[in-house]
């Protein structure tokens, strides 16, 4: 009988079949033999051992090397009278769709679902794929019945009538010509005569198959055991030996079984092998595994025959910048998705999500498409003049409203910046328009989805330029979206159905996700990085395998709302433990041809809604169990300075984050500019209130002129409302100004009035909808409603008066001024209004009537560490600046008896808050407003020009200050 031949898993599988084939050479005619691997790569390394063997003879013809896939589909091509072609997914999910609707289910259980193409999607992709698996496995389904609670509606329905669905999906893809890899497979699991009758006279060698599905095992086995194929396994040598079998080989086991096989070596197992080497790190993060890593790599002597595996393809990126500078080959598939290119598709679909369907898009979204790396990087010849142009665009972007439309004005950028000509330019910033605004906008079918991805695909090659020969990760995943994404939008049979934009983008996504980019093994020597299943039969002397944890390896599945795991064993299907199974036989066959084996995996915590700490893979735990049971000891994380140390824990040295808000050192030129913008600008009690609460954050703002970034108010411009409330109640208060008013002469009515026109004027400016708009307006009635009620009896006499008077402080006359929102005539004198639309500040007038304080001020010296410390207690005791010296200008400016000041709470009752307590006399209250104001805003601005350092003071404030990044920077 034909044994199974097993080459030992701690060979090296590639060099076994290498030496058989050179050995058959010059009595076989290897150009009649066909190799079938489970997959394209061996095949390279295979041709490569070839061309290295000097003993085989030249000129020849090397065997056919196929991947099964390639190899089940070539045999239907060559069996079929018509070839079939293979459908694409949107063609299968689209075939069900018509399938269920044609199966007269409306009265059944589709009787109660929202049958839309939107709404069947998602569950037409999962059922496309389980008629597919089923398919592969040949299994005939039966419905399944009586679900109802166990599954969602959807799938109840589905599944209930799963038999009747897998027959038509059959026919209709028998009847269009069309077919899949399962139904090849099962195709050709149902002619295993003719598929031996059409390859008599070849010989056929299948290397290293592990778990097939049952339709492919049935083809494998009749060519094995009526064409006389070799079948070779890269596995235990104790199924050939005899023994205990390590469970990872149970599969093949149960072939061996099934097969009524019998197993012999292909080559011997080694005699007395060097023990393997095996070092464990344990991170907290990717970042500390990497560090790791690149230390481990560092220190190697060469590179040769080095593997880095990644169970999570989507480390890659931050791997590749932790690799030493040599040859590094990377084959294995990337996510499409994660890719640099998928980003700027969501960020395009993202825009027109939540445009206003009229041109119209949201500020954030035009920001976040206007920083694309793939779009600044765009040429105009041998510049890339859309980085800085795009920098100006950002800033009239956040100069607008929540809602633009980037047609509506020109693209300014500054000429000395770049040299491209302002035409041509111009012309590359309508490209990137058409390519991401129109041809994305008012999308109706998935030709145009694709057709509008391939222009944009075409805008990124043309203008791309040199750039795609650095960016080789972007380059290959810019080649698979254009002939792999694109194809599939506009030649499947759901091509030119129409759909919403929301159903187009789903569908987009979803092939995104799909999709993997596979990159080429070439060159096959030095160091490589893998996936895990890239590794099959290939064997490698080190080994790094990174971030080993039990979402890795074996890896969870996601749920499946579909198909839960319990319903897929009553179909016959593969549960989780089968697909570990899979998964142990990868990872211990690799582990046992090398050497040297580094494995690294993180212990933090894990983010997410459902936070928790990573856990090392099931198959760490065992390596570090046969440790301790050939030591007699817990393996337990160690420092990395204990050298022989199996299980090392890399840490990196913590110490508490101080904030670091350094002062400003004062030259003589920030003093000279200082002085200089006292004497042209003055100071308002606004400047003077930022110079007392933080000097640095005033020196920023006053002096250096700094402006925080602007954003675009989302939800109404709190500043222009406030602004529009002032003027309201400017308008309303000028016709009775000088008359004795009372509560009950005020016209409510006419208040209103004013108040709505003012919303409606500036409801664009405010950003402000029509529903805002109404509920603003809502709002304020009521507090204005409150605000005339609380009024006292008084006498306007001025609005919106502007005040000012003269300082000499520091060899310097300085003016002071201000504007005063309102001046009443009350029954002991004038009083101050300021109209408040955010939060009143309490106990503002403590301060000022503490003679003590004042006297230590008068014995400070501007300038000297005790005023400094002086000034810091001010702020801290909360002393208001404005309102006392809004009492001073007044009476500095013309014949008026300030008495007293108050704040109007518009936000709250609009009650007065006055700011002298009824206790404070008046000679008191004179006082400040006379002496204490002058010598205060003196001695604070003659400390400014004496003092050596503007410091951050830090509090609460700090939070939310515009001034944070350059403060702490």
């Known amino acids: 009988m034909n044994p199974v031949r097993i080459v030992p898993w701690t060979a090296d599988f590639i060099t076994a079949l290498a030496d058989r084939l050179v050995a058959e050479a010059p009595r076989l005619d290897l150009s009649r033999t066909r190799i079938v691997f489970p997959h394209n790569r061996p095949a390279r390394h295979l041709r490569a051992a070839l061309a290295a063997r000097a003993d085989l003879t030249r000129p020849m013809l090397l065997p056919r090397m196929q991947a099964l896939d390639e190899f089940l589909r070539s045999l239907r091509q060559n069996l079929s009278e018509t070839p079939p072609r ?63 609670g166990a599954v969602l509606p959807w799938a109840e329905a589905l599944l209930g009538q799963l038999g009747g669905i897998d027959a038509a999906y059959k026919a209709g893809m028998l009847e269009r010509g069309w077919t899949t890899s399962g139904l090849d497979a099962l195709w050709l699991s149902e002619r295993l005569d003719e598929i031996e009758a059409s390859l008599d006279g070849e010989r056929l060698i299948f290397a290293g198959f592990h778990a097939l599905a049952p339709t492919e095992e049935a083809v494998l086995r009749r060519l094995w055991e009526r064409s006389g194929a070799l079948v070779l396994w890269h596995t235990d040598p104790a199924l050939a030996l005899g023994g205990e079998v390590a469970w990872p080989a149970r599969e093949h086991a149960r072939v061996l079984r099934s097969w009524h096989a019998k197993a012999v070596l292909e080559r011997e197992t080694p005699k007395n092998p060097a023990p393997q080497v095996r070092r464990f790190y344990e991170g907290f993060d990717l970042h500390s595994q990497l560090y790791a890593l690149q230390r481990e790599l560092a220190a190697l002597p060469d590179t040769q025959s080095t593997a880095i595996v990644l169970p999570d393809p989507g480390a890659l990126i931050p791997v590749m910048h932790h690799l030493p500078a040599v040859d590094v080959n990377i084959s294995m598939g990337y996510p499409l998705q994660r890719s640099g290119l998928a980003q700027l598709l969501e960020t395009i679909l993202v825009l027109h999500e939540n445009g206003d369907g009229a041109g119209r898009f949201l500020w954030r979204d035009l920001i976040a498409l206007s920083r694309q790396p793939l779009l600044r990087m765009l040429r105009a010849g041998v510049d890339t003049p859309l980085r800085s142009a795009y920098q100006s665009w950002e800033r009239h972007i956040r100069s607008s409203s929540a809602l633009q439309s980037p047609h509506e004005w020109a693209l300014a950028f500054d000429p000395d910046e770049t040299n491209v000509a302002e035409e041509e330019l111009r012309t590359l910033h309508q490209e990137v328009l058409d390519a991401c605004f129109t041809s994305f906008q008012g999308l109706r079918t998935l030709r145009q989805t694709g057709q509008a991805v391939a222009g944009l695909c075409d805008l990124l090659r043309r203008r791309g330029g040199q750039a795609w020969q650095h960016l080789l990760i972007d380059a290959e995943c810019l080649l698979r979206l254009w002939q792999s994404v694109v194809p599939e939008l506009t030649g499947s049979i759901l091509a030119d159905e129409e759909y919403d934009q929301g159903l187009l983008f789903l569908i987009l996504r979803h092939l995104l996700e799909a999709e993997r980019v596979s990159f080429e093994p070439e060159p096959l020597a030095g160091m490589q990085v893998l996936g895990m299943l890239e590794t099959r039969l290939l064997r490698f002397r080190r080994l790094f395998i990174l971030d080993a944890t039990e979402d890795n390896l074996p890896g969870a599945s996601a749920p499946d709302p579909l198909l839960p795991d319990p319903l897929r064993l009553a179909l016959g299907l593969p549960g989780a433990r089968e697909r570990d199974n899979v998964a142990a036989h990868n990872f211990y066959r690799l582990l046992m041809g090398a050497q040297e084996v580094c494995v690294l995996y993180q212990a933090g915590v894990r983010p997410g809604a459902l936070e928790g700490k990573s856990v090392r893979s099931r198959y760490v735990e065992q ?31 913590v110490a508490a984050i101080l904030p670091n808000r350094p002062a400003i050192r004062v030259t003589p030129e920030i003093r000279q500019k200082l002085a200089d913008r006292l004497r042209d600008k003055g100071v308002t009690p606004s400047a003077l209130e930022d110079w007392l609460a933080c000097p640095k954050k005033a020196f920023y703002r006053r002096v250096l002129n700094l402006r925080p970034m602007q954003e675009v108010a989302e939800d109404g411009d709190r500043a222009l409302f406030g602004e529009l409330v002032h003027r309201v109640l400017r308008d309303f208060f000028s016709p009775l100004r000088g008359q004795v008013i009372t509560p009950g002469m005020l016209d409510e009515a006419a208040l209103f009035a004013l108040m709505e026109a003012g919303l409606a004027e500036q409801a664009e400016a405010l950003n402000l909808t029509y529903d805002g708009r109404v509920a603003l307006f809502a709002a304020t009635r009521e507090r204005l409603q409150r605000f005339l009620r609380a009024t006292p009896a008084t006498s306007v006499m001025e609005l919106e008066y502007v005040a000012e008077t003269q300082l000499h402080a520091a060899g310097l006359d300085i003016r002071l001024h201000g504007q005063i929102d309102r001046v009443d005539l009350r029954e002991t004198g004038h009083m101050v209004l300021d109209y408040k639309t955010g939060t009143v500040k309490d106990g503002g007038s403590v301060a000022w009537l503490d003679a003590e304080l004042f006297a230590r001020l008068a014995a400070c010296a501007p300038g000297s560490p005790d005023a400094a410390t002086l000034l810091a207690e001010l702020a801290d005791s909360g002393l208001d600046v404005q309102l006392p010296m809004y009492l001073h200008l007044l009476g500095a400016s013309g014949d008026w008896r300030p008495d007293n000041a108050a704040w109007v709470a518009l936000k709250s009752d609009g009650a007065e808050r006055p700011f002298f307590p009824v206790e404070a006399e008046p000679k008191e209250r004179a006082q400040v407003i006379q002496k204490r104001v002058p010598a205060l805003v003196g001695f604070l601005l003659e400390h400014l020009l004496a003092a050596s350092e503007f410091p951050a003071r830090s509090g609460r404030h700090c939070d939310w200050c515009d001034y944070q990044g350059p403060c702490c920077g």
Request: aromatic residues 6%; glycine residues 10%; contains cysteine.
């Open 86 to 148: 293979r459908a694409g997914k949107l063609d299968r999910i689209g075939l069900l769709h018509g399938v269920v609707r044609g199966l007269g289910l409306a009265g059944g259980p589709f009787a109660k679902l929202n049958d839309t193409a939107r709404a069947f999607f998602p569950w037409g992709a999962r059922l496309a794929s389980l008629l597919e698996e089923l398919a592969r496995h040949g299994v005939s389904p039966q419905d399944l019945e009586h679900l109802e």
């Open 623 to 653: 390596l570090l169990w046969e440790l301790e049971r050939a030591t007699g000891k817990l393996v337990k994380p160690q420092p990395e300075c204990v050298i022989d140390a199996p299980l090392k824990a890399v840490s990196f040295p």
